[in-house]
């Protein structure tokens, strides 16, 4: 497809440029002029991003199509102004062998309207005993392996999980869980728990995990990744990690800067989560993390469940919430409006960073690189209406929410795929 988008401001952090420019896309890749006759997208007033990349979703295909698809997860992704998404490996079946991630591709490939890369599970069956045929999964088109929601408990598993990434050359992701200390819990372990007489999930559950992979990390050299970071601590390590030139990465989710434990106060089952909403003084950390470098990427962790499942009572419901088409307006908001970081550097977070965990040829208009973009209004209002959403499912705490900021396209291989209808001007 071949677009010419002219006169936006260009933002590609993974260049260092910042200017006011035309961006042509020839054949579905950047070229350096535009090709005769091409359609033309008029950018004047408006932010011109790399496509916008979601490292952590949940498609639900294969075996739970009733709460997702990979066509609707998809369309949900494209409203959130996402080009490219990394679907998690907890299907049914699980894609832990090259026929499920060959059958993902395909599916990905014929219905997706943006990118869908999956990631491979760590174990088989993500039962964390037996390591997963890993080689041949990453020839059938995965970009990491991670088990997410059963994290892998076993330290010598976990150990010879990194040896086979590093050998492979992908990344380890692992929702950091100790799944003894956080069993049986519902919401964060704290005063607020107390108070509403619910279950806790302590910070340490988190914390001891990320403390044990870091030092396999070390030990293999592995290129490894933490999953929707929430706790101060686990935000420290991170960073220390860093300091001491380990290829450690992390990411966080919009709601997880966005809300606080006391929101638990009407048991809205829209509020429940893993890692659960934490209390004020770890939201802050997280802020930091994210102003300081020590957190990589933004991903929405988008789980989406029927409503069947999830207006059940506090304590029975399935943890998770939507998140791909609120993550943008969010992260203007709570971080760019509220002046902890430059627009800058929340595309970089969308951009740059998960492409570089991931190691992906995304996330950047450098020429040759292919022809996604994220068009944006930082002053757009607008508000959220989850029944309107491309998803199937409706589980998400933002319904009705205003917010100042979002993206007016979402533009894939070169081809404009509609959106929100705020954006219709556009």
């Given at each position: ?30 070229a ?50 996402f080009t ?40 088989k ?43 492979l ?107 659960p ?7 802050e ?42 993550a ?78 979002a ?20």
């Amino acid at each position: 497809m071949n677009l010419l988008i002219r006169g936006g401001r260009v933002i590609d952090p993974a260049q260092g440029r910042d200017e006011i420019a035309d961006i042509a896309i020839v054949h579905g890749h950047i070229a350096a002029r535009a090709a005769p006759n091409s359609p033309e997208f008029d950018a004047t007033g408006l932010v011109v991003a790399p496509g916008f990349i979601d490292m952590h979703v949940h498609l639900r295909e294969p075996g739970f199509e009733h709460a997702e698809t990979i066509e609707t997860g998809a369309r949900a992704a494209a409203a959130g102004g996402f080009t490219t998404i990394c679907c998690m490996p907890n299907t049914k079946p699980v894609n832990d062998s090259a026929t499920v991630t060959s059958y993902i591709v395909e599916r990905a490939r014929k219905h997706a309207v943006v990118n869908v890369f999956p990631i491979g599970a760590i174990t088989k069956g993500s039962e964390g005993v037996e390591l997963s045929t890993i080689a041949s999964m990453k020839e059938a088109g995965i970009v990491a392996i991670s088990d997410d929601g059963r994290p892998v408990m076993n330290a010598r598993v976990m150990r010879r999980a990194m040896e086979t990434a590093r050998a492979l050359d992908l990344t380890v992701i692992n929702h950091c869980e100790d799944l003894h200390l956080s069993a049986g819990g519902d919401m964060h372990e704290g005063i607020e728990s107390v108070r509403l007489g619910l279950r806790g999930i302590p910070s340490a559950s988190e914390d001891v995990m990320v403390a044990r992979d870091i030092l396999l990390a070390e030990l293999t050299g592995a290129r490894y990744h933490v999953a929707h970071i929430s706790a101060r601590h686990s935000v420290a390590m991170v960073a220390f990690a860093k300091s001491k030139g380990l290829r450690v990465t992390a990411e966080t989710t919009p709601h997880h800067f966005a809300l606080t434990d006391k929101e638990l106060g009407r048991y809205d089952s829209n509020y429940k989560m893993k890692p659960p909403l934490r209390c004020g003084i770890d939201v802050e950390a997280v802020i930091e993390g994210i102003k300081s470098g020590a957190i990589d990427a933004i991903a929405t962790d988008h789980a989406p469940h029927a409503g069947s499942e999830k207006m059940q009572e506090f304590e029975s419901c399935p943890f998770g919430i939507l998140g791909l088409e609120t993550a943008l307006g969010l992260s203007f908001d709570c971080l760019v409006h509220a002046g902890h970081i430059s627009i800058n550097r929340l595309i970089e977070l969308f951009t740059s960073g998960p492409a570089g965990v991931l190691r992906l040829n995304r996330g950047t208009l450098r020429e040759g690189a292919p022809g996604d973009v994220t068009i944006l209004d930082p002053e757009l209002s607008w508000t959220y209406d989850v029944n309107q959403s491309a998803s199937k499912s409706r589980n998400s705490p933002f319904h009705g929410r205003a917010f100042r900021g979002a993206s007016v396209a979402t533009i894939v291989g070169g081809k404009v795929v509609p959106i929100r209808p705020e954006a219709a001007k556009y």
